[in-house]
């Protein structure tokens, strides 16, 4: 790294915001994904004024520069591919307004998730998006990668929370788009920034909207003896037009590993449970639960339990939350995937995955949001072991193509990130990516926010453009080495 | 851009085969008309790869094309300064997929949304957007037109479940984005830029939807107010109280008229006087639950000094008062000799200032105003900017008025300014819109220039109408940009242009 970079960002941040030596930059090659990649320093910036200056100063020096919240991902979306700066929002973390009349907040994106909701509570007010992470990922982070979790099902995904932001684009523009208002007219360009993956814009500021906590809130766990029960349970709840404000499903294998370690209840001989909760006013969530019911014990549901006060619901919410950390106990390497399928998909779709993984040699465990259909098979692997870590891989990919076939996308919720890009063609045309990055371009011309990131190699911009600047070049290129255990944080 | 001349119809004929869906024919081309002028020919693809055809044609021999559907909403439009060709994508109206079980479907975008909503009703699901021009608009011009529903309070706009898009871009090529799936964050959402886009990014050829089960029994509530503050503060406190209502609306007098008149069946609307502000939900459940919203919804009007309330438990009436709610805009257009309607941007708890204002405008300048305040979306504002009630809507704005006009334009943004929201124009005589979508692109100037950079990535070769509104700019000689140069926000060729407002216009793809 230019030496000189290295002063001048010292000289505008301090020199305790600004992380070089290889042991500490050892810390940020990691996010919650398999990938790994060394940004050649780290800065803290505290306000947007520093977030221009280091912007400038990347432009200068032409360093790529990649943003990043408290690295929970699981994408590969906050680390610096090609080096570079890698700026942590972790100081920008003020709520700086909070409007009950109109249920909204404005807060710097290094607001932890939880810590918004935590604030309102007293106002009988939340912040629905609630990813698994929420005790530590960032609400700028939510908004780059547009992030769900289990109550997304009814509440919607953080795109559909987010009122307006305020970002620096990497030209150095700082731009302002939404209002406080719902509908600015003109495009929407909100709905373009959410969910970009930090290819497009450095978030500042973010204005989310805050959502009355429920009346009442009735949590069921139904125990089933076979998969194939369960996920038919799931299709008839959603054909039957029932929206919980959670469907989770947990296979009996993981579960066992999960009361091993949580002790939250769950059975040990279960072929699956769902994780059922249902939200709203009294009567709805009286009739809503009934109905559920019925139709799990249709589906031959061995026993529907209703969690009888809050304690009981926060454990099973607790097994459920942690349950890649409970994996993270037996297997060294952990790969999550996040592949979505149509909700009427899903007995075939998880026959499958357990083919795939008897054809691969693994155990493929399977806890995810069933209730909109977002997977997260989780295969466990050896990281000492290269030849596994490579098996594990395809049989990811295999699971992923089996998604797309029946209909499906690649990811729900943990975005594309390096993970993803390269599955990237499954879904999408030349054609399509040429557009793709004529809007890329439009607001990241030079690609040198974040790149390397959402397109597949070859397909993205600025890939030749970069002048190579680390010294030491980043380890990872996909599924090239293995990499450490997943953090216990996932969605 | 050159003009439509016989040879081009005839060598598009030849690139699209014998059955002749390039037709010049006067008369039909007035169809398409946006404010007065027509376009030289219009096209009928039957695909969407004949659709791409047309603009890989349109881009070669420089003809500017706007998008339509059934041509409800042309007026929201802004006036053409250049209108080749009419592309009428009436005939994408095909199913392509519908999962009941995953409550996804996927249709082109010349559906008819009535013709939707009844195909999803047979399996006792909808689509909650009932927007105004409902029995005639398509799918794709309801989305390009970004008009939003009364359903808007439960369910959203159309960013909320809009899944996924396939589209035409400036270039004639065919784009996918998004998915089938409800929930998906693979590759940007580029379907949301469609939505209120009006026609000037892309043809937007198949829209793919979640679908949502048809509510239970539905009931409806209407009060009467002596004034706008108790009408709003009860709102206020239905809004952060436990209920949940489909729909929330506040309407003064002038708005409620809307309601006026029987239905066909034997039950009533109810008779409504011309002095008070009303608030009209909906709501829909089981027997406890519409019991539970009646007696909560009538407790907190009283507390209100609500006088004559009313429960809507005949679903003819109810059925009845929703659809008139839906078409308010339409309403307005044909009730105000020279209508403006204007949508104003404000969060809720601002509602009540702003009624404040707009009432006083009203009254000052002696104005008659339309006000609906929904409880989870905008204000939609209507009046008259006709001194005598006479002519139509088509009638010419005299010249005294139009300094009237534009103080009620400016009166309108600064109230939006204050209260940090925005207006929009819907519609408005053909004499003052270029003059209103100037006097509102005055709040919307660091989004105009990212609008700019959007427009460009879309529609590089500026076939599409722009967001500015009359003037569609020239093509700049370099009409094969390299698409992955850097889109410059101004490009210097628009010098000499007029204002331009970047406030969509909210349709042209209707």
């Known amino acids: ?491 | 851009m050159s003009a439509v001349t016989d040879s081009a119809v005839a060598r598009l004929e030849s690139v699209l085969g014998s059955h002749a869906i390039f037709v010049a024919k006067a008369a039909n081309r007035e169809l398409y008309a946006i404010d007065g002028v027509s376009p030289t020919a219009f096209a009928k693809p039957a695909s969407a790869e004949q659709a791409a055809e047309i603009i890989r044609f349109a881009a070669k021999e420089k003809l500017s094309v706007i998008p339509v559907g059934a041509r409800t909403k042309l007026f929201c439009a802004p006036t053409p300064a250049r209108y080749d060709v009419a592309l009428d994508l009436t005939a994408l109206d095909d199913v392509a997929h519908y999962d009941p079980a995953d409550l996804t479907v996927s249709v082109g975008a010349g559906m008819p949304l009535a013709k939707l909503n009844t195909m999803l009703r047979e399996q006792n699901q909808f689509r909650p957007l009932l927007v105004p021009y409902y029995s005639h608009a398509t799918i794709g011009g309801t989305i390009a037109a970004g008009l939003d529903s009364p359903l808007r309070n439960a369910y959203g706009t159309p960013r909320d479940f809009l899944l996924g898009a396939e589209f035409i871009d400036g270039n004639g090529a065919q784009i996918k984005t998004g998915g089938r799936v409800v929930k998906n964050v693979t590759g940007y959402d580029l379907h949301k830029l469609l939505i209120g886009s009006c026609g000037t990014l892309a043809v937007i050829t198949r829209l793919n939807f979640r679908t949502f089960p048809t509510p239970s029994t539905t009931q409806g509530f209407l009060a009467a107010f002596p004034d706008y503050k108790s009408a709003l503060s009860a709102r206020h406190k239905i809004i952060h109280s436990p209920l949940a209502p489909l729909t929330l609306d506040v309407l003064n007098a002038q708005a409620a008229r809307l309601f006026d008149g029987h239905t066909n069946g034997t039950a009533a609307i109810p008779e409504l006087d011309g002095n008070h502000w009303y608030l009209f939900a909906e709501f829909s459940g089981n027997e406890d639950l519409l019991a539970r919203y009646k007696r909560e919804l009538a407790e907190i009007a009283e507390q209100c000094q609500a006088g004559d309330m009313h429960i809507i438990d005949d679903s003819a009436a109810l059925a009845a008062m929703a659809a008139r709610l839906r078409e308010s805009i339409p309403h307005f257009r044909e009730h105000f000799a020279a209508a403006i309607v204007v949508k104003l941007a404000l969060p809720p708890a601002q509602h009540t200032q702003a009624a404040t204002v707009l009432q006083s405008l009203g009254d000052a300048a002696k104005l008659p105003l339309a006000i609906i305040a929904r409880a989870s979306g905008p204000i939609l504002v209507a009046t008259s900017m006709q001194s005598e009630h006479s002519a139509s809507e088509q009638a010419p704005v005299s010249p005294a008025d139009l300094p009237i006009a534009s103080l009620f334009a400016r009166e309108i943004l600064t109230l939006a300014r204050s209260f940090g929201g925005r207006a929009q124009l819907i519609s408005a005589p053909t004499q003052i819109k270029a003059r209103y979508r100037a006097i509102f692109s005055e709040s919307l100037a660091s989004e105009r220039t990212l609008a700019k950079r959007i427009k460009s990535a879309f529609d590089p070769n500026n076939l599409f109408p722009t967001l500015d509104g009359p003037a569609v700019p020239s093509i700049p000689a370099k009409s094969e940009t390299s698409p992955r140069a850097p889109q410059e926000p101004e490009p210097a060729s628009k010098k000499g242009s007029p204002p331009s407002p970047p406030t969509p216009p909210p349709s042209t793809q209707s």
């Open chain 1, 1 to 491: 790294m230019d030496s000189q970079l290295l002063r001048d960002l010292k000289s505008l941040l301090g020199s305790e915001a600004v992380l070089h030596r290889p042991e500490e930059l050892m810390l940020y090659e990691y996010d919650g994904s398999v990938e790994v990649a060394r940004p050649n320093c780290v800065v803290f910036p505290r306000t947007t004024a520093d977030v221009l200056a280091i912007v400038k100063l990347a432009n200068q020096y032409q360093t790529p520069l990649v943003g990043r919240g408290a690295g929970t991902g699981l994408s590969g979306g906050a680390l610096a591919r090609k080096g570079g700066i890698l700026a942590v929002f972790s100081r920008m973390n003020r709520i700086l307004e909070i409007d009950i009349e109109n249920q909204r907040a404005t807060v710097q994106p290094g607001v932890v998730n939880a810590d918004l909701s935590a604030a309102v509570a007293n106002a009988g007010l939340h912040f629905a998006p609630d990813p698994s992470s929420q005790k530590a990922c960032t609400i700028g982070g939510n908004v780059s990668e547009n992030s769900g979790g289990p109550h997304t099902l009814a509440y919607g995904v953080t795109t559909n929370h987010v009122l307006s932001l305020e970002a620096v684009l990497p030209t150095g523009e700082l731009i302002r788009i939404g209002s406080s208002a719902l509908d600015s007219p003109g495009y929407d360009l909100l709905g373009l920034f959410v969910g970009s993956e930090g290819t497009l814009a450095l978030i500042t500021e973010i204005t989310v909207k805050l959502t009355r906590l429920p009346e009442a809130v009735k949590t069921l766990l139904a125990i089933f003896d076979t998969l194939d029960d369960t996920t038919e349970t799931v299709v008839d709840i959603t054909a039957r037009g029932i929206t919980p404000a959670a469907c989770e499903m947990l296979d009996g294998w993981t579960l066992r590993v999960i009361e091993d370690y949580i002790h939250a209840g769950f059975p040990m001989d279960s072929g699956a449970v769902l994780l059922l909760e249902v939200e709203g006013m009294l009567e709805a969530v009286t009739a809503q639960s009934a109905v559920i019911d019925e139709i799990c014990r249709a589906h031959k549901a061995r026993e529907v339990r209703v969690a009888r006060d809050d304690k009981e619901r926060d454990l099973l919410w607790k097994g459920r939350k942690n349950s890649f950390g409970a994996l993270g106990r037996i297997a060294s390497g952990i790969y999550v995937l996040d592949g979505v399928i149509p909700r009427s998909k899903l007995p075939q779709t998880l026959r499958r995955i357990q083919e795939i993984g008897t054809q691969f040699g693994f155990n493929i465990g399977n806890v995810f949001h069933a209730g909109d259909g977002n997977l997260h098979p989780i295969v466990l692997y050896d990281i000492r072991d290269n030849e596994q870590f490579q098996r594990a891989m395809k049989a990811s990919a295999e699971i992923i193509r089996y998604c797309v076939e029946v209909g499906g996308s690649l990811t729900g919720e943990h975005g594309i990130g390096m993970e993803k890009s390269e599955l990237m063609p499954l879904l999408f045309s030349d054609a399509d990516f040429d557009f793709m990055r004529r809007v890329h371009d439009a607001f990241n011309p030079k690609c040198s926010l974040n790149p390397g990131k959402v397109f597949p190699l070859g397909k993205g911009c600025g890939e030749t453009r970069l002048k190579p600047h680390h010294v030491q070049t980043p380890k990872s290129e996909p599924a090239s080495a293995p990499a450490p255990p997943a953090p216990v944080n996932a969605t």
